[in-house]
């Protein structure tokens, strides 16, 4: 599952992989290839959507962010 948010690591707003594996997810940032690992639990969900959200509340004031769609998409703002 894809999802977009801001990387720590690059600082990029990037695309992130997410992969889950039973109770623990694998968060990568499809730019720098930074891996984390996060408790998969209701909490990190709604973490997701709600950044998911404001990458979408922000592209009304930054409409680049629209074009993240692909894996290694990369913007700065
Ligand atoms: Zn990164």
Not at 23 to 35: F, N, P, V
Not at 42 to 54: F, H, P, Q, V, Y
Request: proline letters at 1%; one cysteine or more; glycine letters at 4%.
């Amino acid at each position: 599952m894809l999802f977009r948010n801001k990387c720590k690591t690059c600082d990029y707003w990037t695309v992130f992989e997410l992969k889950i594996k039973d109770d623990k997810a694998l968060k990568i940032c499809t730019h720098c290839q930074h891996q984390e690992e996060i408790d998969w639990n209701s909490n990190a969900e709604t973490l997701i959507s709600d950044g998911e959200k404001d990458v979408r509340a922000l592209q009304g004031h930054f409409p680049a962010l629209a074009r993240l769609k692909n894996r290694g998409d990369h913007i700065r703002l």
